[in-house]
């Protein structure tokens, strides 16, 4: 998502709503919007394994399609959502909130449930940065999308904590806003002008075996353990599609527990939907990394939203993080 959202013009895009009393039958085909790497394995697993399909004819609801479509970054799927090209988003907490806060009293964008708990890095392959401090104009840092992203925020509050609120966007300057993959091949280059990027798994440790890559800032170390993806969709959907809504949480859920079970065969699935050529035994270190926890329970989101505010950046915050959440995830002992 861009500096502003044309909501208005997506009010009309989104069409006129039917007149009380006016039934209608639920959609026969859903839309999903996911991103690069682990991070979104369970909207992967719900794909290969037809679990919407599997739900939805279970809830008598005769769906014709499910699509699923990758894009690069928080901006394109929000742009996606806005315009009616999918029904739901997979992708960071930045762009979330920010999409929750802009939404409200037009799309009413709210979350169906967290996708993964799992710490962000910003490695560089310039020696001469030991810590954010030592990043100057000569450098320049890929991320999913300036100032929305996680990561965007997460060097925001890192700067905050480091040279006080008022700098908070200190190294705005130097981001750059890159899909992981293609972030990923130009790190790897030594010739371009990006010479760090702040990411997720696997990009990040896979960074950390090219010569020179190091590790400036692990985002547990601004936040402590937290969300750093989700699944959202708009309110209008919910309404109009009850038992396809509950569908895909259904969906959501089994994709979780089957993940949690079923480590290595995940694994083998991530790296037969994504094509990486990492060895599957790196995969499994990665979902078994204590600090990866897939989980539709939101952690420290409060903590992420109340920077943004403070700071400005977020105009409406919510009073609880429930009020971020549609009513199925309300039982959940998120933070």
């Known amino acids: ?39 979104y394995l369970q909207l992967m697993v719900m794909e290969d394994h037809q679990l919407v399909e599997k739900h939805a004819k279970a809830a008598g609801v005769p769906l014709k399609a499910v699509s699923w479509n990758t894009f690069t970054g928080g901006a394109a799927v929000n742009d996606a959502l806005l315009s009616g090209a999918v029904d739901f988003v997979g992708g960071g907490i930045g762009a979330f909130v920010t999409m929750w806060s802009r939404s409200k009293g037009i799309l009413d964008v709210k979350a169906v449930g967290a996708l993964v708990k799992m710490p962000m890095y ?8 030991k810590s954010i401090k030592d990043f100057t104009e000569k450098d320049r840092i890929a991320l999913p999308a300036v100032r929305i992203s996680p990561q965007a925020v ?58 020179g890559v190091h590790t400036v800032l692990n985002s547990y170390d601004v936040w402590g353990p937290q ?15 009850p038992k396809l809504y509950a569908a895909s949480v259904k969906a959501l859920d089994e994709a979780t527990n089957w993940i949690n079970k079923n480590q290595a065969e995940a694994a083998k699935l991530y790296l037969r939907m994504s094509k990486d050529k990492e060895p599957v035994e790196n995969i499994v270190a990665m979902l078994k990394d204590p600090e990866i926890e897939f989980t539709t329970t939101p952690h420290n989101l409060m903590s992420f939203v109340n920077f943004k505010h403070r700071t400005g950046t977020m105009k409406v915050v919510p009073a609880t993080w429930k009020d971020l959440f549609f009513p199925n995830a309300h039982t959940l002992s998120g933070s």
């Open 227 to 241: 969300t750093a993806t989700i699944l959202w969709t708009g309110s209008k959907f919910v309404n109009e599609n």
């Open 1 to 39: 998502m861009r500096n502003s959202i044309p909501l208005l013009g997506v009010a009309f895009a989104l069409g006129v709503a039917l007149a009380p009393g006016e039934a209608r039958a639920e959609a026969s085909e859903v839309r999903f919007a996911k991103q690069y790497g682990i991070a």
């Open 122 to 129: 910003l490695n560089s392959r310039n020696p001469n940065v």
């Open 154 to 211: 997460t060097l925001q509050a890192a700067a905050a904590k480091m040279f006080g609120d008022a700098n908070y966007a200190k190294f705005d300057s130097l981001t750059v806003s890159l899909g992981h993959p293609d972030a990923m091949q130009a790190l790897s280059t030594g010739s371009s002008e990006i010479n760090a990027h702040f990411t997720t798994p696997p990009f990040q440790y896979q960074q950390l075996r090219m010569p």
